[in-house]
């Protein structure tokens, strides 16, 4: 008798756990949430000097559509490592100016089999423009600095390929990471040793255009409406 007790207080317990696992399913699946329209910040670019703000327009399930224009500024990393192993020359005493910059591109959602995933995976062609300019400075003949600059700009043209993950959590919250490969096209133009002679400016450019391989990763955050 104990044991057919047991067998029954047994079976109980699995039917317990099996639908208490089935309501978390249910419920896991009930909040992966798509918001039509999302508005996101990338803080991870503020390193490179770069601050755009992100709009994106679900159009249906598998697709959707993302502008991000927005203010920029010196491509600190980017300058850095071109005056170390580039073609640019880094001159400390020179001045960044705010620029404007604008991304574009869509993202297509793969069909996943799995219906409980959170996480919408995507891939995601896009298109970067970056515009600044930087002001450098001038000497005297007896090589004192004064206070005239002349100013030089870049230029940068990026054709990305990303992959990344875009999930909406509770109270409208959304956030979206991505990695990719592409192409970086920089025009720069620079003005060196820049030597000022009662007003009239002497300098040696050195102006540059070139297309390099270039590796990307963000972590997007914003509110979806």
């Known amino acids: 008798m104990n044991i057919y007790k047991t067998l029954l207080i047994s079976v109980a317990a699995l039917i317990a756990v099996n ?4 309501a978390q399913r249910d419920t896991l699946k009930k909040r992966i949430i798509i918001y039509p329209n999302i508005i996101m910040i990338n803080p991870l670019l503020i390193v490179n000097g770069d601050i755009p703000v992100y709009y994106e327009h679900v159009i249906n399930e598998s697709f959707s559509v993302e502008v991000a ?3 920029t500024y010196e491509d600190y990393t980017q300058d850095i490592y071109e005056a170390l192993f580039g073609p640019l020359k880094y001159v400390s005493s020179s001045k960044a100016n705010l620029g404007y910059g604008l991304k574009a ?3 297509f959602f793969p069909k996943t089999k ?3 995933r959170l996480e919408r995976l995507y891939l995601s062609p896009e298109l970067g423009f970056r515009h600044y300019s ?3 400075p001038t000497e005297d003949p007896f090589g004192n600095a004064t206070n005239q600059y002349i100013s030089g700009y870049t230029n940068r ?3 990305k390929f990303l992959f990344g993950g875009e999930q909406a959590g509770v109270k409208h919250f959304v956030v979206d990471w991505y990695v990719g490969v592409g192409l970086r096209s920089t025009t720069a133009v620079q003005y060196l040793n ?5 007003g009239s400016i ?3 450019p050195n102006n540059q255009s070139y297309i390099r391989p270039a590796l990307y990763a963000g972590f997007k955050m914003g509110v979806g409406f």
């Open 105 to 107: 591109g869509f993202k």
């Open 19 to 22: 639908n208490h696992a089935l």
């Open 194 to 198: 820049g030597t000022n002679y009662n």
């Open 114 to 116: 799995n219906k409980y």
């Open 134 to 136: 930087i002001d450098y």
């Open 202 to 204: 002497t300098t040696v």
């Open 157 to 159: 043209l990026d054709i």
């Open 69 to 71: 224009p927005g203010l």
